[in-house]
T-cell receptor, first 109, second 116 residues
Framework: GQNIDQPTEMTATEGAIVQINCTYQTSGFNGLFWYQQHAGEAPTFLSYNVLDGLEEKGRFSSFLSRSKGYSYLLLKELQMKDSASYLC??????????WGAGTKLIIKP | DTAVSQTPKYLVTQMGNDKSIKCEQN?????MYWYKQDSKKFLKIMFSYNNKELIINETVPNRFSPKSPDKAHLNLHINSLELGDSAVYFC???????????????FGPGTRLTVL
């Protein structure tokens, strides 16, 4: 079967750095996405990785290792507004998007 | 301007009723989707549809049916609602990339369905 694993919940302090990991096992691979979802709102796109390495976008960076089936989302200089769920999704060999359950990130002052 | 819109935002109804949720996108995308997000926050794809192909998740009961009057709309019709249908339903759209790009999905605000 296909599955995406992420930690259920993480806690971090305002101003700090946090890394959210995602491991996946899919039939084929055509890209990995990270989405942010605030409570009661829709998911919004954060980043996309299809080749190995680090993609940086402001305070957020996403890393991919296809050989390890592994990605992480790195959030720097955490702000209270970063409190949200972070969803990892992998596009499989059939171009279907497989979603993880999301990691709820709690930011404390 | 809202890119992907859904109506209604909240829907409370009785078991056994039939209801529809409407979705419209003004992004000019060629593919639209319906997702169900349950209380455990799993996003489950229900349907994806473009003007060529409807892909149905085989786990979706046939009480659920997508209806697309045109490229910009994909409505979700649900017959004989059950308690377990209570969830948030998200519509999304994307543009198929011919160069291996991201095909990023853009989500509507969601419809919270409560079946009593």
């Amino acid at each position: 079967g296909q599955n995406i694993d992420q930690p259920t919940e993480m806690t971090a302090t305002e101003g700090a750095i946090v890394q959210i990991n995602c491991t996946y096992q899919t039939s084929g691979f055509n890209g990995l996405f990270w989405y942010q979802q605030h409570a009661g709102e829709a998911p919004t796109f954060l980043s996309y990785n299809v080749l190995d390495g680090l993609e940086e976008k402001g305070r957020f960076s996403s890393f991919l290792s296809r050989s390890k089936g592994y990605s992480y989302l790195l959030l720097k200089e955490l702000q209270m507004k970063d409190s949200a769920s972070y969803l990892c999704a992998v596009r499989d060999g059939n171009y279907q998007l497989i979603w993880g359950a999301g990691t709820k990130l709690i930011i404390k002052p | 301007d809202t890119a992907v819109s859904q109506t209604p935002k909240y829907l409370v109804t009785q078991m056994g009723n039939d209801k529809s949720i409407k979705c419209e996108q003004n992004l000019g995308h060629d593919t639209m989707y319906w997702y169900k997000q349950d209380s455990k926050k799993f996003l489950k794809i229900m349907f994806s549809y473009n003007n060529k192909e409807l892909i149905i998740n085989e786990t979706v009961p046939n009480r659920f049916s997508p209806k697309s009057p045109d490229k910009a709309h994909l409505n979700l019709h649900i017959n004989s609602l059950e308690l377990g249908d209570s969830a948030v339903y998200f519509c999304a759209s994307s543009q198929t990339s011919t160069s291996g790009g991201a095909d990023t999905q853009y989500f509507g605000p969601g419809t919270r369905l409560t079946v009593l």
